[in-house]
Antibody
Framework: QVQLQESGPGLVKPSETLSLTCTVS??????????WSWIRQPPGKGLEWIGYIYYSGSTNYNSSLKSRVTISVDTSKNQFSLKLSSVTAADTAVYYC????????????WGQGTLVTVSS | DIQMTQSPSSLSASVGDRVTITCRAS??????LGWYQQKPGKAPKRLIY???SLQSGVPSRFSGSGSGTEFTLTISSLQPEDFATYYC?????????FGQGTKLEIK
């Protein structure tokens, strides 16, 4: 049973870069059967897909965030990461990592989520 | 971008009721749609994929239907643990997009 776990700072200052890592256990980010995504949810609001990465390093980002987002993968550590630059209070949200199956579609497994607050 | 519109936004129902939630896509998405359940403070959980396929381990009282632009999630007989917020998600076109959610509350 695959498990995903987000980690990173819970507080980021405005204009700085948010950085989170998702550690995958019970499965491999190198599997060609899956894509690895980030999703976020502002407090009390709905879900927004941020983007995904494939083990090869190919990515696809939400156009609404594309200029500020970088997703990378470290197959040696079985992790993938999110960087979101020039953050504002509007980027305050619970950030989830999730697995996207090439066979059954998104998102069959999720991390528990981590709250990131943007504040000085 | 494809817009996903869910209705209703909120719904009050009783244990044992049959409930239907609708999701409409702004353009055709074939059957590239999933349904997710989210309880407070928890990550979403996938219930349905490919519009009508039941995720392993999900009770059979949940079912999905539809294709193209209109989709439904039906809960045949509500149980206490089903009171939650439900989201649809289209993955036919990038960016993936979620509906705004339907909050299912106890009457």
């Amino acid at each position: 049973q695959v498990q995903l776990q987000e980690s990173g700072p819970g507080l980021v200052k405005p204009s700085e870069t948010l950085s989170l890592t998702c550690t995958v256990s019970g499965g491999s980010v190198s599997s060609g059967s899956y894509y690895w995504s980030w999703i976020r949810q502002p407090p009390g609001k709905g879900l927004e897909w941020i983007g995904y990465i494939y083990y090869s390093g190919s990515t696809n980002y939400n156009s609404s965030l594309k200029s500020r987002v970088t997703i990378s993968v470290d197959t040696s550590k079985n992790q993938f990461s999110l960087k979101l630059s020039s953050v504002t209070a509007a980027d305050t949200a619970v950030y989830y990592c999730a697995r996207d199956s090439a066979v059954t579609g998104p998102f069959d497994s999720w991390g528990q989520g981590t709250l990131v607050t943007v504040s000085s | 971008d494809i817009q996903m519109t869910q209705s209703p936004s909120s719904l009050s129902a009783s244990v044992g009721d049959r409930v239907t939630i609708t999701c409409r896509a702004s353009q055709g998405i074939r059957n590239d749609l999933g349904w997710y359940q989210q309880k407070p403070g928890k990550a979403p959980k996938r219930l349905i994929y490919a519009a009508s396929s039941l995720q392993s381990g999900v009770p059979s009282r949940f079912s999905g239907s539809g294709s193209g632009t209109e989709f439904t999630l039906t809960i045949s007989s509500l149980q206490p643990e089903d009171f939650a917020t439900y989201y649809c998600l289209q993955h036919n076109n990038y960016p993936y997009s979620f509906g705004q959610g339907t909050k299912l509350e106890i009457k």
